[in-house]
Nanobody, 129 residues
Framework: QVQLVESGGGLVQAGGSLRLSCEASGRTFARYAMAWFRQAPGKEREFVAAIRWSAGNTRYADSVKGRFTFSRDNAKNTVYLQMNSLKPEDTAVYYC??????????????????????WGQGTQVTVSS
């Protein structure tokens, strides 16, 4: 069983930055693929970024590419989402997700919410214009 706890959300002006953290419990964290998804009011949950356990394979949604950076520290059981040049359209609840890396067989599947077994409670990010 893996428990995920997100932190770091808040209110920021457009053009600003935030860093989200997601701390995971469990001894096998290092072998988990991790991802961030987000959900804005009235919209479906959408993929933001994902990272393999080795951190050598990272994917980003086109909407955040070049602005967001996903990293992990396996020694701390924590992943980070550094969000720069934030836009009002980035406003959403951000969710951390995890699943054993071995169960996600392709880079494409890294971007699908059904690939992930464990979810955090979410953290609100609000970007004002």
């Amino acid at each position: 069983q893996v428990q995920l706890v997100e932190s770091g959300g808040g209110l920021v002006q457009a053009g600003g930055s935030l860093r989200l953290s997601c701390e995971a419990s469990g001894r096998t964290f290092a072998r988990y693929a991790m991802a961030w998804f987000r959900q804005a009011p009235g919209k479906e949950r959408e993929f933001v970024a994902a990272i393999r356990w080795s951190a050598g394979n990272t994917r980003y949604a086109d909407s955040v590419k070049g602005r967001f950076t996903f990293s992990r520290d396996n020694a701390k059981n924590t992943v980070y989402l550094q969000m720069n040049s934030l836009k009002p359209e980035d406003t959403a609840v951000y969710y951390c997700a995890a699943s054993p890396d071995s169960l996600i067989s392709s880079s494409y599947l890294l971007t699908k919410n059904f690939s992930y077994n464990y979810w955090g409670q979410g953290t609100q990010v609000t970007v004002s214009s």
